[in-house]
């Protein structure tokens, strides 16, 4: 049985974040407008510079980034989510269900 981890995002983590989006939005990606898109799934470098003013989480299963989810407080004291995806290799297993229960009160603060 495989281990799943959830923990914070690690500078390191950043390809495997930016592969766990693109195989989960691949399918969408024609309903979506360019920007949109982009926005949605990141170059590396955009990764990597929203990775510095937002707050990530992965679930690491076996040792690849088998989902994502951000939390930004946008200055107004108010969080959200940013980014959530789970990769589809991975899906239906909980994986969704377990990060956002791992985005809890005490990370939603720490974000401001």
């Known amino acids: 049985m495989p281990t799943l981890i959830l923990r914070s995002a ?6 495997g974040i930016l592969a766990c989006l693109e195989a989960a939005f691949a399918s969408y990606r024609h309903e ?13 470098e955009s990764l990597r510079e929203r990775m510095s003013t937002t707050t990530l ?46 985005v809890d009160a005490d990370h939603l603060f720490a974000a401001e």
């Open 32 to 44: 979506y407008a360019h920007a949109a898109y982009r926005d949605t799934v990141p170059d590396l």
């Open 10 to 15: 690690r500078s390191g983590d950043a390809d």
């Open 57 to 102: 989480f992965v679930a690491e299963c076996d040792g690849n980034i088998a989902g994502t989810v951000g939390v930004g407080v946008p200055g107004t004291g108010v969080a959200r989510l940013r980014g959530m995806a789970v990769d589809p290799a991975y899906q239906h297993g909980g994986i969704g269900r377990r990060l956002l229960g791992h």
